[in-house]
């Protein structure tokens, strides 16, 4: 059974950092790209991040900011956080797709690991 568990998240001030970590069981590590979502409150889940064999993608907002990394080792991939801003905060979920490349849409991905929440105080 795939399944993604992801921790991290808590409460940070603005400028501040944390690192997300979305641990894995149950499937190759190297058979899946993982991506990470996220939802503020009010609004619909989106995609920040996603880390495949051969390349990391990012949504614009969080470029030079956020870096997605992996350790196979582990089965784990981490998000790294840094200038954290108050419109960061959200519940942040990692997700499997079943590819070697990554994908920007929910539909992609076929197992979601439970939310962790970041908040950023001003």
């Known amino acids: 059974e795939v399944q993604l568990q992801a921790s991290g998240g808590g409460l940070v001030q603005a400028g501040g950092s944390l690192r997300l970590s979305c641990l894995v069981s149950?499937?190759?590590?190297?058979?899946?790209?993982i991506g990470w979502f996220r939802q503020a409150p009010g609004k619909e889940r989106k995609w920040v991040s996603c880390?495949?064999?051969?390349?990391?993608s990012y949504m614009e907002f969080v470029k030079g900011r956020f870096t997605i990394s992996s350790d196979s080792a582990k089965s784990t991939v981490y998000l790294h956080m840094n200038n954290l801003k108050p419109e960061d905060t959200a519940l942040y979920y990692c997700?499997?797709?079943?590819?070697?490349?990554?994908?920007?849409?929910?539909?992609?991905?076929?197992?979601w690991g439970q939310g962790t929440l970041v908040t950023v105080s001003s």
């Open positions: 880390i495949d064999s051969s390349e990391e």
């Open positions: 997700a499997a797709k079943h590819s070697l490349f990554c994908s920007r849409y929910e539909w992609a991905y076929n197992a």
């Open positions: 149950g499937f190759s590590f190297d058979d899946y790209a």
